[in-house]
């Protein structure tokens, strides 16, 4: 069964450090993946996705991410973090010729920054 | 702007009660869902529908009912048979709902409290 696993369930970095948040994925096949990111009491935004082509996206508020065909992994990274990135992260996988209801969510990376 | 509207933003019923949470999207999207988030547990499905008059359980429907008349909107029943319905709910959207390839749009969630 496809499946989707962020190994950590609450990160705490420090202002203007590096960030990696890690997502790994049960498929058979080449999905298409998205990382969401969600503030406290609202709803997810898409940071980014990745459908196929080049490895490595490009996403909003400086956000990056990397598939690796060979580690089923698709992590989010950010060379620098602000305050205001505090928030959980979600990665999501979609399958080709599935609905969107088989898009299947992490249960999600709590990200505290500190000053 | 487009957007997806959920009200309201806080709801409060006595146990026992069916209470209906709205989802009212301008963004022309084919497909609407409804997800439940619980501390911890992510995101899962509750309902999807890809079309109007038509519409798919996920993995936890049962307690939960909707309706899909219009294409711009998709309320979701939560009954007096869903044993555990305090969560926060989430109304999503995309474009279409097949291919697995069309990032979902969110609301901003309402917080269910029963009591």
């Known amino acids: 069964a496809q499946s989707v696993t962020q190994p950590d369930i609450h990160i705490t970095v420090s202002e203007g450090a590096s960030l990696e948040l890690r997502c790994n994925y049960s498929y058979g096949a080449t999905p298409y993946l998205f990382w969401y990111v969600q503030s406290p009491g609202q709803g997810l935004q898409l940071l980014l996705k990745?459908?196929?082509?080049?490895?490595l996206v490009q996403g909003i508020k400086g956000f990056e991410a990397e598939f690796k065909r060979s580690q089923s992994s698709f992590n989010l990274r950010k060379p620098s973090v602000h305050w205001s990135d505090a928030a959980e992260y979600f990665c999501?996988?979609?399958?080709?010729?599935?609905?969107?209801?088989?898009?299947?969510f992490g249960k999600g990376t709590k990200l505290s920054v500190k000053p | 702007d487009g957007g997806i509207t959920q009200s309201p933003k806080y709801l409060f019923r006595k146990e026992g009660q069916n209470v209906t949470l709205s989802c009212e999207q301008n963004l022309n999207h084919d497909a609407m869902y409804w997800y439940r988030q619980d501390p911890g547990q992510g995101l899962r499905l509750i309902y999807y529908s890809q079309i109007v008059n038509d519409f798919q359980k996920g993995d936890i429907a049962e307690g939960y009912s909707v309706s899909r008349e219009k294409k711009e909107s998709f309320p979701l029943t939560v009954t007096s048979a869903q044993k555990n319905p305090t969560a926060f709910y989430l109304c999503?959207?995309?474009?279409?709902?097949?291919?697995?390839?069309?990032?979902?749009?969110f609301g901003n969630g309402t917080r269910l409290t029963v009591t």
């Open positions: 999501a996988v979609g399958f080709y010729g599935g609905s969107q209801g088989n898009l299947i």
């Open positions: 990745y459908f196929s082509g080049d490895t």
């Open positions: 999503a959207s995309s474009v279409q709902g097949r291919g697995g390839n069309s990032p979902l749009h």
